[in-house]
């Protein structure tokens, strides 16, 4: 196990380092497949680089507002 691994596990608690490491690994993907969509339908890496981390971004702050509005229905 690395130092990093080892340290978030002893500071913030097993569950929290599970989380951090499968947000930042879901982040990744969600990165190279934004990316890989755009060059494939543009043909331009350039392009592709732009979408593939604005997208990303944006969807969050999109998430992050459904989810509140989810919290605030009753169902």
């Not at 340290?7 to 929290?16: F, I, Q, R």
């Not at 930042?24 to 990165?31: C, E, F, K, T, V």
């Not at 604005?54 to 989810?70: D, F, G, K, M, N």
């Amino acid at each position: 196990m690395s130092a990093a691994i080892s340290y978030m596990n002893n500071s913030v608690g097993p569950k929290l380092a599970r989380q951090i490491a499968k947000t930042g690994s879901y982040s990744a993907m969600h990165l190279t497949v934004a990316i890989t969509v755009a060059y494939v339908l543009t043909g331009d890496w350039r392009v592709a680089l732009g979408i593939g981390i604005v997208e990303p971004l944006v969807q969050t702050v999109a998430y992050t507002i459904h989810e509140r509005v989810w919290s605030k229905v009753g169902f």
